[in-house]
Structures are given as structure tokens and as C-alpha cells.
């Protein structure tokens, strides 16, 4: 897998590209502001995009619109967006406008670097990817009854989905059957009232639409 890598802190970029090589990953490119990163991409046409969200020259949000214009140049490459904090309405507004090939992690997801790569092969093949953190701080937010009727297996099964899980991954992470595992996703859609379609990041979409309801 083909990557480049867009973080205005150097100490950042040089860590998770060494992280990556080290995996066996290409690392194309390192930039620390858009224009470079919008470079890179044109000139190695990676599999995924690793961006920043806040990058100079005002560190708000140069790194989420740039991720968006390569997303409108290059549909079929995936973009992984890091936050030093959780932001989930930034997560939220980018999921739910275009979910396929999308990922937004805190960075101190990087350290874990089997679930980072696996992370990258998931939003390169045409997944989504949400941070566990942010999940579980919607699911804490939620002060109503909505999720009253879940069973805390279902509850678990649920965050899992939300995060992009395949019902093949969540099984693996749960230690139990793909079987189950299915039982427990159709069970907690017709609780919810959510449609299941099949789609993995349709899914998460809308498990996630109604936590943040």
C-alpha cells in the first residue's frame, strides 16, 4: 500500500512514517502544509492520504478542506483523518457527507500500530473508520431511552459497528461466532428501528446518525 502523510509537526510525520515503513508500507510522501500535501498526492496517486486536521497557516481546518478537495479529485482514494482531539461533529459532518474510503482517528490510535494499518487497509478497500473514542462519547452522551432496549452485548456489538467493523470483525474482536454476530446486528437494528442494508459504512452512518440524534 501506497501512502503520504500530511502533519505540520515534524516530529509527528517522521514517527508515523517510520511506524508505517516499518510495517512494509510505501510511505510516497511527507508534507507539512496542504500545498505540498495536494503535491504529493497528484505526484504518487497513493491508496490512502494520512492528513492532519488542523494545518498551517491558521491550524483550524486547512487539513479537513484538503481532504475534501482530494476527495473531490480522486474518489476512489481513501483519506484518513487524525485529530489530537476528539472532534465529532467534524467526524459526523465527514461521515455522513460521504462515508466509503473515509477514516478519522486521534492520533494516539497511531501507537497501535496493527490496528492503524489495519485501519488503512479497511478505508483503502472502501470502509469507513471511526475512533472508538469518539463512539464511546456518543454512546455516553445519549441522556434518553434510546438505547434502553440493547442488551449490553448488543451494546458492545453496536460500538463495534459504529467504528466500521465488518459483522466478520466484530466476531474476531468479541470472540464469539459470525453467526451471533449477525443475530445480534439484525436485533439491534429492529430495536433501534434502523435499516440494515447491508453496506458496511451505510451501516455506520446510520448507527451514528442516531447516537447524535
Known amino acids: 500500500m501506497r501512502v503520504v502523510i500530511a502533519d505540520d509537526n515534524v516530529l509527528v510525520r517522521a514517527g508515523i512514517a517510520a511506524l508505517l515503513r516499518e510495517a512494509g508500507l510505501d510511505v510516497a510522501g511527507e508534507s507539512g502544509d496542504v500545498d505540498d500535501l495536494l503535491e504529493d498526492v497528484e505526484a504518487h496517486q497513493p491508496d490512502v492520504a494520512i492528513v492532519d486536521i488542523r494545518m498551517p497557516p491558521t491550524h483550524s481546518d486547512e487539513g479537513l478542506r484538503a481532504a475534501q478537495e482530494i476527495r473531490a479529485r480522486h474518489p476512489q482514494m481513501g483519506i484518513v483523518i487524525l485529530s489530537q482531539h476528539v472532534e465529532a461533529g467534524v467526524a459526523m459532518r465527514a461521515l455522513a457527507e460521504s462515508p466509503e474510503r473515509l477514516g478519522y482517528l486521534l492520533k494516539d490510535r497511531v501507537g497501535d500500530l496493527d490496528e492503524f494499518v489495519a485501519t488503512l487497509y479497511r478505508v483503502a478497500a472502501g470502509g469507513s473508520a471511526l475512533d472508538a473514542v469518539v463512539v464511546s462519547r456518543l454512546l455516553a452522551a445519549r441522556t434518553d431511552d434510546g438505547l434502553e432496549p ?46 440494515d442494508t447491508g453496506g458496511e459504512y451505510r451501516r455506520v452512518v446510520a448507527v451514528l446518525r442516531f447516537l447524535h440524534a
Request: glycine content about 8%.
Open 150 to 195: 440493547l442488551a449490553p452485548r448488543e451494546r458492545e456489538v453496536l460500538q463495534l459497528v459504529a467504528e466500521g467493523l465488518s459483522n466478520r470483525a466484530v466476531a474476531e474482536r468479541l470472540g464469539i461466532t459470525l453467526g451471533s454476530t449477525e443475530k445480534y446486528v439484525s436485533s439491534i437494528f429492529a430495536k433501534l428501528g434502523l435499516p
